[in-house]
């Protein structure tokens, strides 16, 4: 492959990700507050457990998009660097 | 819907070994003979004796397949060592670099008609995933021994209740993303393709999407392989 192809697969590998994983971070937050709401203390709770596990779902879910923000910064950093010291 | 033509199923069903109608098999013989296991072992005779072929006799000056080889290989090395470093990449690069040429030729050989996808069944990549993330795991307690949950509660000992339920659901968040994605992604390509292909395979009316399904194909590939090195660089690295 030649570099540009390359680069461009990168990229996509990189940031395609972002948009599933936020929402499997929202739908296992959410899934897990219905399950303790639910299950673990048999609809007693609700919806209150469901709204927590939501709160949490959508907190996780920005970590991780931050997460991935600054892998990149931090790799860009060190490149840098890594060429200044060249 | 019409069932796409499998060749290896049909083979399989002429000498008489049970083929599975639904989407599981019931017993152990039906499950061995479900599509996506019978390709799965496509794609390994496939790897194991192209690189048989091109790889038989290594010399020092190499031939065509040999230098093929070098460049995928090579290539998949410096990525490694660039993102994870070069201990891990010698500890882990087997495992890694299987992942990755299975998934790319287990993707790209069902563009061809006749055959399918292995990773289009949710149970191929979810294997592949488990063995992802239980590995970055041991990756981590053998870096840091018990000290490992430090990853796990956050920078500063008053923000735990929060952190720590958020690290834990972006955590198993990974479990799904990977897996869902690279199967979501192969299912929808495959559908689309015996779609196009009922409605007008005469009129080369799959042609446009087996095109993107090249690049899809290659992208998955090469997001599943990218993730797991940044998850066990992350294992590997020190708490925040």
């Known amino acids: 492959m030649s570099g540009v192809k390359k680069e461009f697969v990168q990229l996509l590998a990189n940031y395609g990700h972002i948009g599933f994983t936020f929402a499997a971070s929202i739908l296992i937050g959410l899934g897990g507050g219905i399950y303790l709401d639910q299950k673990v203390f048999d609809g007693r709770t609700s919806p209150w457990f469901t709204f927590i596990g939501l709160a949490f779902g959508i907190a996780a879910g920005y970590k991780s998009l931050f997460e991935i923000l600054w892998r990149d910064r931090n790799l860009e950093k060190k490149s840098d660097k890594e060429d200044q010291g060249d | ?240």
């Open chain 2, 1 to 240: 819907m019409e069932h796409p033509i499998l060749f290896i199923s049909i083979i399989l069903e002429k000498l008489g070994l049970p083929i599975p109608h639904g989407p599981v098999g019931h017993t152990f013989l039906e499950k061995l003979c479900e599509p996506y296991m019978t390709y799965t072992w496509l794609v390994m005779a496939f790897l194991f004796f192209v690189s048989k072929l091109t790889l038989g006799n290594l010399e020092m000056v190499p031939g065509k397949g040999q230098n093929f080889w070098e460049i995928v290989v090579g290539g998949m090395d410096d990525f490694f060592a660039e993102n994870m470093g070069r201990e891990m990449t010698d500890k882990l690069f087997p495992m890694i670099a299987t992942f990755g040429l299975y998934i790319a030729i287990a993707n790209l050989i069902g563009l061809i008609p006749g055959f399918m996808s292995p990773t289009a069944s949710i149970n191929t990549t979810l294997a592949c995933t488990i063995i992802v993330w239980i590995v970055h795991h041991i990756i981590g307690f053998r870096a840091h021994g018990l000290n490992y949950y430090k990853h796990f509660i956050g920078p500063v000992w008053w923000l735990v209740w929060l952190l720590f339920p958020i690290e834990l659901i972006s955590n198993f968040a990974r479990l799904i993303s990977l897996s869902i994605r690279l199967f979501g992604n192969i299912m929808a390509k495959e559908t689309l393709l015996t779609i196009l292909f009922m409605l007008a395979g005469a009129f080369f009316a799959p042609l446009p999407i087996m095109i993107l399904g090249v690049l899809v194909s290659l992208v998955q590939a090469m997001v599943f392989v990218l993730l797991t090195v940044v998850y066990i660089s992350q294992a590997d690295a020190h708490a925040h």
